[in-house]
């Protein structure tokens, strides 16, 4: 559902309200899923009341309007014809029970591009639990008990049967690899935590082999699994072989660019870890690429692969990694076999350039994210030389809000006018000030009074907070707003350029360095001099990326921020 052709339609912030419905209505309605043992302080962990929680309407295949209801990371529920389905996160953090339907790992790829589930593609048909048609189900791959999609049923089990489980079962809703699981932070559990915790969810004193079918594997098998620790040893030889044929550790050896190639992309793996699925892109920038030694340098055209698509797809024929490319032909790594001989006794060199760098720039990120306050902006207005003749008390370009001047005003009338519930008579000194040259009124009503009260005098507006040390006073009417646009430049490339991020007291160019981060893209400030103003700009259309850091990172109002929906 999530996998093309999404339009994000709306984004507004839930009231209190519809937060707690939204908990009742889990607490009530998600119990299947879990065996009646959701507690209640997971239901408060996975939906906050302190925290925001957002109501984002999308557009998708068909035309069909879905609602998707997220917290500041991580996406909770969706809602579509009349149903609240739990997404990937909320079963991971439910602890929701074994899914029914088990496929094979290479059927992912597919039913990410927007395939329907196909009844000859369920491997455990003959012995799946009895489902109805229109039910919510979860779907894992035989290798892994992990739920990877939520997917609608489209038919009973017993219409399934008739049919001899042929035709479409299910319609894929959500699936790991999407735009919605790609907004999601929470990191996909192990298969043994997994089983662990629906072994101890478990209230009716059954085996962990009727819990989870995947707990009665043996450990030979589980050491096949993708997510086992890289840095315990793997290969166990039998007493009756000979030692000379045992597997040595690997030395840092990378006199061609191929070995070179080989040793990062090892290196990295080890390094990325639990972080699957990832993009190979940002797979590259933050663990490929600081894998490499000291003293020497990768370069992919200067081996026999030329492309790192080339480099790749090499390693996922001989079972390394498998990869699935989206219909944007964006390719990510899957999965890693790190059983896989490559890994066997391959030790990672202690170079300055490790993992401690790719935490220090994520934590410089994180940084400017967590200082960062936006400041307060509020309308004021400015007094005038004519206002100053009436009221003595206030000097020339004071800047007071709507509700001081209705006040003042209010007094005055008190203490020098006549008025009543109708209306106020007005003296010379007010005529003169409220009054036009041509009007020749004498009476004005309140409505009208506090109307002419602001209507006369300047508008401004005062920003002061956040990383401002004192308060700025900007004259007119509207007030600053982000803007974020793209551009078309030569050879077809596109840039996406910020402007007035310094109106927010932000510094462009660590705006820049933090862009530069966040988007594995070269980013710089530039000084246009026609407009007089600066401009973070961006290679390559980075709409989605700044939707979600200016709105849910750095919790920019939406009032203040111009940005196209991609």
């Not at 350039?353 to 790719?358: G, L, P």
């Not at 020339?396 to 005055?412: E, H, P, V, W």
């Not at 508008?459 to 974020?484: D, N, R």
Request: with cysteine.
């Amino acid at each position: 559902m999530f996998s093309k052709n999404v339009k994000l339609k709306s984004d507004t912030m839930t009231k209190l309200g519809e937060r707690k419905k939204l908990r009742s209505h889990v607490m009530a309605n998600w119990q299947a899923f879990c065996d009646n043992c959701i507690a209640q302080q997971d239901v408060e962990a996975l939906i906050p009341l302190k925290d925001p929680l957002y109501s984002k309407k999308y557009v998708v295949t068909d035309k069909q309007l879905v609602i998707v209801y997220c917290t500041t990371n991580n996406p909770v529920a969706i809602e579509f014809d009349n149903l609240l389905i739990p997404t990937l996160h909320s079963t991971w953090t439910l602890k929701c029970k074994t899914p029914k339907f088990v496929i094979g790992a290479p059927v992912i790829e597919i039913l990410c591009r927007g395939a329907s589930l196909m009844g000859p593609g369920v491997l455990n048909r003959f012995e799946i639990p009895n489902f109805e048609s229109g039910e919510v189900c979860f779907i894992c791959t035989s290798d892994n008990p992990v739920p990877v999609a939520v997917a609608l049923t489209l038919m009973s089990l017993e219409a399934a049967k008739y049919n001899d489980f042929k035709g479409k079962l299910a319609n894929i809703v959500h699936i790991i690899g999407d735009e919605l699981h790609i907004a999601t932070k929470t990191k996909m559990p192990s298969p043994e935590d997994f089983c662990k915790q629906n072994v101890a969810n478990d209230s009716s004193g059954a085996s962990p082999s009727e819990k989870c079918e995947h707990l009665d594997k043996t450990e030979d098998s589980l050491n096949k699994i993708t997510t086992i620790d890289p840095d315990e040893p793997v290969a166990n030889h039998s007493e009756g072989e000979n030692p000379a044929h045992q597997i040595e550790p690997e030395e840092t050896n990378c006199s061609t660019m191929e070995d070179r190639l080989q040793y990062c992309l090892l290196k990295g793996l080890k390094m990325c870890k639990n972080n699957f699925p990832i993009l190979c892109s940002t797979f590259q920038c933050q663990y490929f690429l600081p894998a490499c030694p000291v003293d020497q340098t990768v370069d992919v055209k200067k081996s026999i692969y030329k492309k790192m698509s080339v480099f790749y797809r090499e390693y996922e024929t001989k079972g390394l990694i498998s990869l699935f490319v989206s219909d944007k032909d964006v390719m990510s790594i899957a999965s890693v076999n790190f059983s896989h001989q490559l890994f066997r006794g391959f030790k990672v060199s202690a170079d300055p350039i490790s993992v401690e760098n790719v935490a220090e720039e994520e934590g410089s990120n994180e940084s400017f994210v967590e200082t960062f306050v936006f400041p307060e902006i509020k309308t004021v207005y400015v007094t005038s030389k004519a206002f100053n003749n009436v009221f003595n008390d206030i000097e020339k370009g004071t800047c007071l809000s709507a509700s001081d001047i209705r006040t003042l005003f209010k007094n005055y009338v008190v203490e020098n006018c006549e008025s009543s519930s109708d209306g106020v008579l007005l003296n010379p000194e007010l005529a003169s000030l409220l009054l036009a040259k041509n009007e020749n009124k004498t009476h004005l009503s309140w409505q009208d009074l506090n109307a002419r009260a602001v209507g006369f005098l300047q508008p401004a507006y005062e920003i002061h907070g956040g990383s401002f040390t004192a308060s700025v006073l900007v004259k007119g009417k509207s007030f600053p707003v982000l803007k974020v646009f793209t551009q078309r430049r030569a050879g077809n490339k596109h840039v996406t350029l910020i402007e007035h991020v310094d109106k927010f007291g932000i510094n462009p160019k660590e705006f820049a360095k933090f862009l530069q981060n966040k988007a594995a893209s070269s980013a710089s400030v530039t000084y246009d001099k026609a407009t007089k103003s600066e401009y973070v700009q961006v290679q390559g259309n980075q709409i989605k990326i700044l939707r979600r850091i200016l709105l849910e990172k750095l919790n920019f109002p939406p009032k203040f921020v111009d940005i196209p929906l991609k």
